[in-house]
């Protein structure tokens, strides 16, 4: 049974960091990508970041320059460093985890976290 479990949500005010974790259990060695989206209320979920196994990165246009992602694999652990947030950062964010294309079908999405960026 695979598990995703975020942390490290919370309230923020603009301009301020905060940095979230996703911890994987089960079956994580064939999660070759593993990311961040995020759903703001009344919008569709979106893609943040991903990274591989091998570290290569992508960010949305949004983001780039102000988070980083990362992760070890020796924990089975993806990182998300929000600096210099915003308040349109505000918004629910899930982990997510698949073999080949994150957000494909049948990925697998942890609970989220609720980010909250005051301005």
């Known amino acids: 049974q695979v598990q995703l479990v975020e942390s490290g949500g919370g309230l923020v005010q603009a301009g301020g960091s905060l940095r979230l974790s996703c911890a994987v259990s089960?079956?994580?060695?064939?999660?070759?990508?593993m990311g961040w989206f995020r759903q703001a209320p009344g919008k569709q979920r979106e893609l943040v970041a991903g990274v591989t196994r091998g570290s290569t990165t992508n960010y949305a246009d949004s983001v780039k320059g102000r988070f980083t992602i990362s992760r070890d694999n020796a924990k089975n652990t993806v990182y998300l460093q929000m600096n210099s947030l915003k308040a349109e950062d505000t918004a629910v964010y899930y982990c997510?985890?698949?073999?080949?294309?994150?957000?494909?079908?049948?990925?697998?999405w942890g609970q989220g976290t609720q980010v909250t960026v005051s301005s």
């Open positions: 997510n985890a698949h073999p080949l294309t994150l957000g494909a079908p049948r990925s697998h």
């Open positions: 089960g079956n994580s060695f064939s999660f070759n990508v």
